[in-house]
């Protein structure tokens, strides 16, 4: 069982920036596929970014493409999302979760264990 922990959330302002971690314990990372979701109120689950376990491939949803950087540190067992030139559009809770494969996929059902997310809010 992964248990994964959403952190960095919160308020910022249009072009800010915010880095999210995402810290897993139960199991190592470095060993699967890890992805970075969102969900807006009232909308369905979307696909942000994904890493996969070697590192050696990224994958980015076309609307954070050029904004968002995913990344990960597996000496710290963290997966992390840095999000820049936020827009209000990007408004969302922020999960994190690990797929038990070294690929990376885009759709939800993929990913076994998820994480509680983090709100982040971009003001306008």
């Known amino acids: 069982q992964v248990h994964l922990v959403e952190s960095g959330g919160g308020l910022v302002q249009g072009g800010g920036s915010l880095r999210l971690s995402c810290a897993a314990s139960g199991g190592a990372l470095s060993t699967y596929a890890v992805g970075w979701f969102r969900q807006a109120p009232g909308l369905e689950r979307d696909f942000v970014a994904s890493?996969?376990?070697?590192?050696?491939?990224?994958d980015y949803a076309d609307f954070v493409k050029g904004r968002f950087t995913i990344s990960r540190d597996n000496a710290k067992n963290t997966v992390f999302l840095q999000m820049n030139s936020l827009k209000s559009e990007d408004t969302a809770v922020y999960y994190c979760?690990?797929?038990?494969?070294?690929?990376?996929?885009?759709?939800?059902?993929?990913?076994?264990?998820w994480g509680q997310g983090t709100q982040v809010t971009v003001s306008s």
């Open positions: 979760a690990v797929r038990l494969g070294i690929t990376t996929r885009r759709s939800k059902k993929d990913y076994t264990y």
């Open positions: 890493i996969s376990w070697s590192d050696t491939s990224t």
